[in-house]
Every structure is written in structure tokens, then in C-alpha cells.
């Protein structure tokens, strides 16, 4: 039987562990945290000293069009509809605007929503039209490598207020990059996926409870159950190849022999992980990534609320940062608080600022704007490092990119499937894929 040391239990190392258990491989998988999950994992956030409520390190929302994602909770044996709420796109935010896809096929059930749309000029939904058609004939191929999102709405002549409106608050929500800086072809790539290739594509999943219980939670639980070694709060520290051709792995547990490696860990960490293995001038792409932060606040208030489910929020200059969707949550009944929001500030708005500034800005933009009562507890978790930048300039890495020189590791994470911006998808997907080169020798090409 093949050993597999798998580095990292994010949703992408989980994938990987996964696809090698299910190929008959022994697996040893090995976390530096104290569970799984990584950058998209559930904790117990401390609100006063006597309250704490179970949250995410960050308010993730996750839509139909992530196939591998559902699959790989369906494989765990969870069936995803109990984890996850399912609603049709709906788009809403300032002065009575409303998008919502009717029940249709694609790309119908955005059409019609145009139509009906509340609060959008007629202007806006042609040009929209205008840009969707485009991407409907050719694909992704319709815009050119290279370009930014913001010279892509210039070029396909978006109004301003179209661009403030709904493709800025997409741009940034699916890219977590302003659209100066974002890729627009991974951009296309997510229009298309999500808003024309069938009518649940677009649908928003929601966490029920928090996103340890969606994946991470059951997926450690399912290797454990099939042999699996998992370890907790091991880091990797190097790897060698043996003159038997085999990696030996120093790790917080000991030493670790194995056949093949998957790295599913981000670009900083590989280049640490091979310093010794691998030449210098084959690591110096893992140093080319830029990153962009997001930060989410949470949100508490004593009594129960009618919140929205998802709402964008509109942005306005402001002393502190301001945060670009609201996504209302209810917690568990007879809990410490009636009713709870995630506030995402994305990369565009003011995520780096000091974190107690930022929460309470944040509090009195949604009390304000939404007319509720202000929270009795507001609390920002700032992830600096959240995603990569979704620039045309990222570097291309697959999940074979250093099997020349470094036979038998391959590469995971969500910046290494780059087609599609840093997600859970991305994450999941470049998963699958190394498990597949790991076993097979098969790429997957993003
Ligand atoms: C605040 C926030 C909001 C987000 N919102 C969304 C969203 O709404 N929708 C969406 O699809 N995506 C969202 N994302 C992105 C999504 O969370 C990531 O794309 C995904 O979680 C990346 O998974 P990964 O497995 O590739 O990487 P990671 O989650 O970073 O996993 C890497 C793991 O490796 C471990 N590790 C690192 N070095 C070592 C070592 N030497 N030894 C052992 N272990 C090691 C780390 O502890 C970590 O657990 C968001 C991210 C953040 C931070």
C-alpha cells in the first residue's frame, strides 16, 4: 500500500486526503493548527467574559456552482442540504434596489430577474445585458488575458453607476480584489459559472450552524473512521528525499517517511517546506504571490431580530472602514444572544484598521443603515492574509509544478487551481487534482 503524507487540513488538504483514501493509499495527514478547517474553520468567539458564541473565522458564503465542493460533502456522508441552506440569488442593498434570479434556466433566470428588477435603471439592466451576452457566446475567452475588471467594464462600456451597483460588490466578493487590480478573466470565468451555466448555479449556501460542521468536522472524522493518522498542532518542518527516493518529513510528531507528499499549505510555506530539496531558483514563483486581507465583524444583539439573510451594504466615506455585506445568522435558541451578523470587509474596504476601530464602525454603518437597534457586542477577526490577489499577473503553479525536480510531491490550495479566484472551490478542486497526480500521474489542468 502507497504512503501519503498530506500537509495541511484545509478544505484543499481534506480533499486530497480524501481522493488517497478513497485510491486505497495510507495517509498520514498533518496539521500545525488544533483542528482542521484552516483559513475557513469555526471557533468559539469571546464576546465578554462571560459569553462566547460559535462563529468562523470568517463569514464564508459558498454557491451552487461550487460542484466539487458539494460532491466532497456528499462523499464525507453528509448530505449537504443539512448543512447548508440553499436560496436563489438575491441581490440587494441601497435605495430599494432588488435583483432576484426567477425560476428558470440559465440564463433566463437572470434575464427575467433583470426585468423585474426594483431600483435599476433601464440603462443599467441593457448594459448588463450587454456584458452577459458577450460572455454567453465566447465564454470566459471574451475577455482578454491580462486584462483588469475595471479596463474590462470600461471596454465593454459599464456605466459608473452599474459598476457601484453590482459589479464592484461581485468583483470583490468573488476575487477579494478591487476590480483596479482584479483578473477579469478569472472574473468571467466566475459569471459564467455561476450566472450562465444552469439555473442553481447562482444559488447561495449558507452555513446552518458554522463551517466546521459543513466539511472540516466530518471529513477528519471520516479518515479517522478509514485509517487515516491525523495529527493536531504538527507542524511540518522539512522535507528530504531519501537515496531510496522516499521524503522523510521532520515533523513536531518525528520524523515521517513516505512514498508521495501533497503540500497543501500556501505558497510561503512550500518554499520553507523544499529550502533544502529543491534548487532556489524553482522557489522563488512561491514568492510572487501578493496578498489581500478580509475582515469580518461579528455582530451580537440580546434580542431576536428579523435580519436579513444576505444584504450588500452600501459603502460611504467614512471614519472607519466600512463593511460591503451583512449575511444575518440565528444562532441556537436559548444561546447567550437572540441574533447574530457576519460583516464582511473585503480587501476594497478598510480591513487592515486597528480591529476595536473597525468593529465599531462597523456596528453604528449597520445600525444606521439597516435601522436596528445597536449591537450589544461587535467583534472584528482580521484575516491579513486572507487570499491571494486575483491580479492578471499571479503566478501559475499546478499541482505538478516541481514533479521535474521534486518527483512524488504535489501541490495543493486554493491560489495553485488558478482559473478560478482563491475560494473554497479552488481550494477543493486543486484537492481532487493532486490526489488524482498523486495516485495516477494524471493532471488536472486548471
Ligand atoms: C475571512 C475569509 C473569508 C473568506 N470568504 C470566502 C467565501 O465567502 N467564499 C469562498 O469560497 N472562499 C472564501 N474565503 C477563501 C477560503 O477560505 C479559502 O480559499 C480556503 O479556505 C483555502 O483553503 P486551503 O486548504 O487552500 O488553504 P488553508 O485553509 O490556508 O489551509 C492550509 C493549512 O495548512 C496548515 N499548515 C500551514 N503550514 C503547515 C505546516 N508547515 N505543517 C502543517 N500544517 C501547515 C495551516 O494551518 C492550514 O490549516 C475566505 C477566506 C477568508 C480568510
Redesign the pocket.
Known amino acids: 500500500m502507497s504512503e501519503t503524507l498530506v500537509?495541511?487540513?484545509?478544505?484543499?488538504?481534506l480533499a486530497a486526503a480524501v481522493g488517497l483514501v478513497e485510491r486505497g493509499h495510507r495517509v498520514t495527514l498533518?496539521?500545525?493548527?488544533a483542528g482542521?478547517?484552516?483559513?475557513?474553520r469555526s471557533l468559539a468567539l469571546r464576546l465578554d467574559e462571560t459569553t462566547s458564541i460559535d462563529v468562523d473565522?470568517?463569514?464564508?458564503?459558498?454557491i451552487g456552482a461550487?460542484r466539487s465542493t458539494l460532491a466532497l460533502i456528499g462523499r464525507v456522508g453528509v448530505d449537504p442540504a443539512s448543512v447548508l441552506t440553499r436560496s436563489r440569488l438575491r441581490l440587494s442593498g441601497p435605495g430599494g434596489f432588488e435583483l432576484r434570479a426567477a425560476p428558470l434556466p440559465a440564463p433566463l433566470n437572470l434575464g427575467i430577474g433583470l426585468l423585474r428588477a426594483r431600483g435599476m435603471p433601464w440603462g443599467e439592466r441593457i448594459a448588463m445585458v450587454r456584458a452577459m451576452a458577450g460572455l454567453a457566446l465566447r465564454g470566459p475567452a471574451a475577455v482578454p488575458e491580462g486584462m483588469t475588471v475595471a479596463q474590462w467594464l470600461q471596454a465593454s462600456r459599464q456605466p459608473a453607476s452599474l459598476a457601484a451597483r453590482i459589479w464592484v460588490p461581485l468583483c470583490i466578493g468573488a476575487l477579494?480584489t478591487p476590480p483596479e487590480r482584479a483578473c477579469a478573466r478569472a472574473f468571467a470565468q466566475v459569471l459564467c459559472d455561476a450566472l450562465l451555466s444552469s439555473a442553481d448555479a447562482a444559488d447561495f449556501l449558507l452555513p446552518r450552524t458554522t463551517l466546521g460542521d459543513v466539511l472540516p468536522q466530518p471529513a477528519a472524522r471520516w479518515l479517522a473512521e478509514r485509517g487515516a493518522t491525523l495529527h493536531w498542532r504538527?507542524?511540518?518542518?522539512a522535507l528530504e528525499r531519501g537515496s531510496d527516493g522516499r521524503w522523510q518529513a521532520s515533523t513536531d510528531a518525528g520524523p515521517v517517511a513516505a512514498d508521495r507528499v501533497v503540500l497543501?499549505?500556501?505558497p510561503p510555506?512550500v518554499r520553507r517546506?523544499l529550502a533544502g530539496a529543491v534548487p532556489e531558483s524553482r522557489l522563488a514563483a512561491f514568492d510572487a504571490f501578493e496578498h489581500e486581507p478580509?475582515a469580518?465583524v461579528w455582530l451580537a444583539w440580546r434580542e431576536r431580530l428579523a435580519l436579513p439573510e444576505v444584504v450588500m451594504l452600501g459603502e460611504r466615506p467614512a471614519e472607519h472602514g466600512y463593511g460591503q455585506w451583512l449575511f444575518g445568522r440565528t444562532p441556537p435558541p436559548h444561546g447567550p444572544v437572540g441574533s447574530v451578523a457576519g460583516v464582511?470587509v473585503s480587501a476594497a474596504g478598510r480591513a487592515a484598521d486597528a480591529s476595536g476601530a473597525l468593529a465599531q464602525g462597523v456596528a453604528r454603518q449597520v445600525a444606521e443603515q439597516l435601522a436596528l437597534p445597536p449591537p450589544s457586542h461587535a467583534r472584528a477577526?482580521v484575516?491579513k492574509r486572507?487570499?491571494i490577489r486575483c491580479s492578471p499577473e499571479r503566478p501559475r503553479l499546478d499541482t505538478d509544478a516541481l514533479a521535474d525536480v521534486a518527483p512524488g510531491i504535489a501541490l495543493?490550495?486554493?491560489?495553485s487551481w488558478h482559473r478560478y479566484p482563491?475560494?473554497?472551490?479552488?481550494?477543493v478542486r486543486?484537492?481532487d487534482a493532486a490526489a488524482r497526480f498523486a495516485a495516477t500521474g494524471i493532471v488536472d489542468r486548471a
Open positions: 500537509v495541511g487540513a484545509g478544505w484543499a488538504g498533518l496539521e500545525a493548527a482542521p478547517g484552516g483559513r475557513a473565522n470568517g463569514q464564508h458564503l459558498l461550487y477579494n504538527c507542524a511540518c518542518r497543501a499549505v500556501p510555506q517546506l478580509i469580518t464582511v477577526i484575516e486572507a487570499t495543493a490550495g486554493d491560489w482563491a475560494t473554497i472551490e479552488s481550494a486543486s484537492g
